[in-house]
């Protein structure tokens, strides 16, 4: 049985609430996971990818990518970008913004640590060159092109990455089975990815994972193709920015469709 959109909707000024009042300690433990899930499925897209050639890789990456949003559903987790469905309940009077803000706040940096450490594992455990060279070469290429998006590029990828995952977590928190939830959240999320459209979070492995591929001798990077500076201007800013506008645009939406008169 599956929850309607005005029952969801409903169900998340709930979920708001509980979400609000989360103690900091708990909430960062959370995100920390949420981010190293994110993290995993964007690790192991990238070494099934780099295994295929270029159309179906991208196909099989795209399908393996959905792990980590399976695993915040189901497993628990704090998560900054599904966490922009708190806005709408905001927005329409049913939730205060200094809560939200809260928690959105603690949750990027959970997310990041976590995302980070599993850029740690990926690189300094050898899991991008377990599998030859070209995974390698597939890592630094896509953090490289992360890091030289447009700024309208990098914002317009972030807002239709975010309906999308907000949209997936949406219908995830209606369904009442384990295997709908997973259903439900894979499609969407496979078609961000296939789309090449831009996760704040999953960048926060991506890029880092770049980085610090340039300074480890063990993978013979011999020029800098990625940039701290470049991955915060070019690339994490305008991307959370998107992420907010877009997961928020779409609470609103719902919020303003659902309002009781």
């Given at each position: 049985?599956?929850?309607?959109?005005?029952?969801?909707?409903?169900?998340?000024?709930?979920?708001?609430?509980?979400?609000?009042?989360?103690?900091?300690?708990?909430?960062?433990?959370?995100?920390?996971?949420?981010?190293?899930?994110?993290?995993?499925?964007?690790?192991?897209?990238?070494?099934?990818?780099?295994?295929?050639?270029?159309?179906?890789?991208?196909?099989?990456?795209?399908s393996v990518f959905p792990t980590g949003l399976m695993l915040v559903v189901?497993?628990?987790?704090?998560?900054?970008?599904?966490?922009?469905?708190?806005?709408?309940?905001?927005?329409?009077?049913?939730?205060?913004?200094?809560?939200?803000?809260?928690?959105?706040?603690?949750?990027?940096?959970?997310?990041?640590?976590?995302?980070?450490?599993?850029?740690?594992?990926?690189?300094?455990?050898?899991?991008?060159?377990?599998?030859?060279q070209a995974t390698a070469d597939l890592a630094l290429t896509i953090a490289?092109?992360?890091?030289?998006?447009?700024?309208?590029?990098?914002?317009?990828?972030?807002?239709?990455?975010?309906?999308?995952?907000?949209?997936?977590?949406?219908?995830?928190?209606?369904?009442?089975?384990?295997?709908?939830?997973?259903?439900?959240?894979?499609?969407?999320?496979?078609?961000?990815?296939?789309?090449?459209?831009?996760?704040?979070?999953?960048?926060?492995?991506?890029?880092?994972?770049?980085?610090?591929?340039?300074?480890?001798?063990?993978?013979?990077?011999?020029?800098?193709?990625?940039?701290?500076?470049?991955?915060?201007?070019?690339?994490?800013?305008?991307?959370?920015l998107g992420n907010i506008l877009g997961g928020a645009g779409l609470a609103?939406?719902?919020?303003?469709?659902?309002?009781?008169?």
């Amino acid at each position: 049985m599956m929850l309607t959109s005005k029952e969801i909707t409903k169900k998340w000024e709930t979920i708001t609430e509980t979400k609000s009042g989360l103690p900091a300690g708990r909430c960062f433990l959370l995100a920390v996971l949420a981010g190293m899930f994110i993290a995993f499925g964007a690790m192991g897209a990238t070494v099934i990818q780099s295994l295929a050639q270029a159309g179906l890789g991208k196909l099989l990456g795209a399908s393996v990518f959905p792990t980590g949003l399976m695993l915040v559903v189901m497993a628990g987790g704090e998560l900054f970008t599904g966490n922009c469905l708190m806005a709408g309940p905001a927005l329409i009077g049913k939730a205060k913004w200094p809560g939200i803000l809260r928690n959105w706040g603690i949750a990027y940096l959970g997310n990041m640590l976590g995302a980070f450490l599993v850029a740690v594992i990926a690189t300094a455990g050898g899991v991008l060159q377990s599998h030859g060279q070209a995974t390698a070469d597939l890592a630094l290429t896509i953090a490289a092109n992360k890091s030289n998006l447009s700024f309208l590029d990098a914002l317009m990828k972030g807002i239709g990455c975010n309906i999308l995952v907000c949209g997936a977590v949406f219908m995830a928190t209606g369904a009442q089975s384990g295997g709908s939830k997973a259903v439900l959240c894979f499609f969407p999320i496979m078609l961000f990815v296939l789309s090449g459209l831009e996760h704040s979070i999953a960048n926060m492995y991506y890029v880092p994972a770049g980085l610090l591929m340039q300074v480890m001798p063990r993978y013979g990077v011999e020029t800098a193709r990625v940039t701290v500076d470049a991955y915060l201007l070019n690339n994490l800013l305008p991307v959370t920015l998107g992420n907010i506008l877009g997961g928020a645009g779409l609470a609103a939406a719902y919020a303003g469709i659902h309002r009781e008169k």
